[in-house]
């Protein structure tokens, strides 16, 4: 088994270019945000971006993002200092919208390696006429009109698991989102874990894992590299969620999570430093509900 395990830093600059179309896992559950946090400090722009409820809010604000692909975007302008930084600075994104089952299906065309997917969901509505990627034509077998969304195919994606091996065979768990969509539809795919297991483990309950090792160009072992947002099995949201409301607090984030530190870890320490050093033991999860165990093999 060849070992893809790396440092953040060496996975983003190795795996990330300007100019990619980049999909970021995670829909308000286990966002890549350690990952995200060093695109920005490698400061790699003109990105095309595919998400779902992701935390992209800091490529945006950073003036990264050229275009966005989404299903939703958290906050409007009046109420996002993010927003209107990527405004102040000439950097403001174009936003294209589907909706969420249309990213899905968009992202799972994709996967496939066709170049659209058939739909029923999207005609109807004005999505046509905002979106280009997005048409209806006859159906050739009854004659009625349906949809079609062009598939997106991702240059990297990168998602954060629970547990993945050397190898990159990485298991995730609790709400997906367009996880498995898009991870497999990435031409590159960054892992970034909160621990690595022996393979044993991964093939014990093959179910769970999401992309296969030989599909994944890099591992990194990363313990709490959703913060603040919770990780199911592991962690709940941290009392860091939300801030960055106006300058003062956004250029305070920025010093503390990304220019006043040298990767993430030296973010996590200062935390402690700061807070205690039971910091993050507090939004471990306490009273666990296991699932029921299954029996394999033969």
């Given at each position: 088994m060849a070992s893809k395990v790396m440092s953040m830093k060496e996975a983003i600059s190795q795996n990330i270019k300007s100019g990619d179309l980049l999909f970021i896992g995670g829909a308000q559950h286990g966002s890549p945000s350690a990952a995200v946090h060093e695109i920005v400090r490698q400061k790699i722009d003109h990105l095309t971006v595919i998400a779902l409820l992701a935390n992209t809010g800091l490529l945006v604000s950073e003036g990264l993002v050229d275009t966005?692909?989404?299903g939703y975007y958290q906050l409007d302008e009046k109420r996002s200092y993010q927003l209107q930084r990527a405004r102040a600075i000439g950097k403001f994104p174009r936003f294209i919208e589907y909706s969420h089952f249309g990213i899905a299906q968009a992202l799972q065309a994709g996967y496939m390696g066709v170049p659209f997917m058939p739909t029923m969901s999207q005609i109807g509505s004005d999505l046509q006429t905002y979106n280009e990627n997005i048409v209806s034509i006859d159906d050739p077998f009854g004659g009625e009109q349906v949809g079609l969304i062009k598939a997106v195919v991702p240059?990297?994606?990168?998602?954060?698991?629970q547990r993945c091996d050397a190898e990159g065979n990485a298991q995730r768990w609790g709400t997906l989102g367009v996880d498995h969509e898009g991870i497999n539809a990435s031409k590159r795919v960054i892992i970034t874990t909160e621990k690595i297991v022996d393979s044993s483990v991964i093939q014990r309950d093959p179910n769970r894992t999401i992309i296969p090792g030989f599909r994944v160009n890099a591992v990194v072992e990363q313990p709490f590299g959703?913060?603040?947002?919770?990780?199911?099995?592991?962690y709940n949201d941290g009392p860091g969620f939300g801030g960055m409301a106006d300058k003062e607090s956004y250029d305070a984030y920025t010093r503390a999570a990304v220019w006043g530190?040298?990767?993430w870890n030296e973010y996590l320490e200062n935390l402690k430093k700061q807070n205690g050093p039971d910091f993050f033991e507090k939004i471990k999860i306490k009273n666990p509900a296991y699932s029921e165990?299954?029996?394999t093999g033969i």
């Open positions: 966005m692909l989404t240059d990297i994606g990168i998602l954060h698991v959703a913060y603040p947002i919770h990780l199911a099995g592991c530190v040298k990767d165990p299954i029996v």
